[in-house]
Nanobody
């Protein structure tokens, strides 16, 4: 029904940069919040950055000043520009979207996740 497809994960040296992208497709009425989460081995999934449909953003303290989240509402995409990467940023990064769908004339919100993309930062 709705798919989130991520791209951009890679192996990079500490201090380097990567940009992750996520595209939402399907019978989408509109999208509320979009976000990036990450999960490192042995750790819980954590919020990295989020952005509302109006463009308000929030970031985890550990990435403030280094990561920037942005979105294109017309294309249903969200991006995460990651600079000054550190080995501690190594994780699987997941795209999240809170999507409004119209079903039988009623609009409701539903949560979707991407399949994840691996980011590895070497020291």
């Amino acid at each position: 029904q709705v798919q989130l497809v991520e791209s951009g994960g890679d192996l990079v040296q500490a201090g380097g940069s990567l940009e992750l992208s996520c595209a939402a497709s399907g019978s989408i009425f509109s999208i509320n919040t979009m976000a990036w989460y990450r999960q490192a081995p042995g750790k819980e999934r954590e919020l990295v950055a989020g952005i509302t449909s109006g463009g308000s953003t929030n970031y985890a303290d550990s990435v403030k000043g280094r990561f920037t989240i942005s979105r294109d509402n017309a294309k249903n995409t969200v991006h995460l520009q990651m600079n000054s990467l550190e080995p501690e940023d190594t994780a699987v990064y997941y795209c999240y979207a809170n999507v409004n769908l119209e079903r039988r004339g009623v609009v409701g919100s539903y949560q979707y996740w991407g399949q994840g993309t691996q980011v590895t930062v070497s020291s």
